[in-house]
């Protein structure tokens, strides 16, 4: 069974400085690997994906996420944090059940709070 | 923008109210799910429908009622509800439910049981 951990429930930067949101997995598969972020009173808007084409995945509003299977984990960063980057963000990975049980379906991790201070 | 669209956005009803919250996707996707999040948590897997069939139904309460009209829409029917059935319900939708493919979720309708 696939699972993943987020480390640190509430992360804190200050506008500018870098971005680190940690994500480790467990797969005893090649996993599927998915960022989302969601904003206040929103829904969950998908940053980024990885599916083994490339081990550094490029997602939108500047994000990328490293897949290191060696660690079994899937970091988001950022160079530079934006007041607009305030979010809960979500690591998931795509359920690789056999047969008629495989429905896609996504596993999520905790989810980290990000806060960014000006 | 999203293209999975929720109504409505807010809904309060009592515990012996029947409602319906609705979804509707454009993007020819073959598969649509409900998720519940409560506050401050990841979103939990209800029900997925593939291909207008209920595949997966994660042991919900029977007063959560799935139905899949076409392969655009998808309501959650709501009857006898609890405060605890509180939370933020997501419909999403994929091109197909395997492995893999991204899941793409709406903006969500707030329910509060009173």
């Known amino acids: 069974a696939q699972s993943v951990t987020q480390l640190g429930s509430h992360v804190s930067v200050s506008e500018g400085a870098l971005v680190l949101l940690r994500c480790n997995y467990s797969s005893s598969v090649p996993p599927y690997l998915f960022w989302y972020v969601q904003y206040p009173n929103q829904g969950l808007q998908l940053l980024l994906k990885y599916t083994s084409a490339a081990t550094l995945v490029k997602g939108i509003n500047g994000f990328e996420a490293e897949f290191k299977k060696s660690e079994t984990s899937f970091h988001l960063t950022k160079p530079s944090a934006h007041m607009s980057d305030a979010a809960e963000y979500f690591c998931?990975?795509?359920?690789?059940?056999?047969?008629?049980?495989?429905?896609?379906?996504?596993?999520f991790g905790q989810g980290t709070t990000l806060q960014v201070k000006p | 923008d999203t293209e999975v669209t929720q109504t409505p956005k807010h809904l309060v009803m009592g515990m012996t109210n029947k409602k319906s919250l609705k979804c509707e996707q454009h993007m020819g996707h073959r598969a649509m799910y409900w998720y519940k999040q409560k506050a401050k948590k990841p979103p939990e897997l209800m029900f997925v429908?593939?291909?207008?069939?209920?595949?997966i139904n994660e042991s919900v309460p029977s007063r959560f009622s799935p139905e899949c009209p076409n392969s655009s829409l998808l309501n959650l029917h709501l009857h006898a509800l609890q405060p605890e059935d509180s939370a933020l319900y997501l419909c999403a939708s994929s091109q197909v439910a395997l492995s893999g493919n991204t899941i793409y979720f709406g903006e969500g309708s707030w329910l509060t049981v009173v």
């Open positions: 998931a990975v795509s359920d690789r059940a056999r047969g008629s049980s495989n429905t896609g379906k996504l596993i």
């Open positions: 429908y593939s291909y207008e069939k209920l595949s």
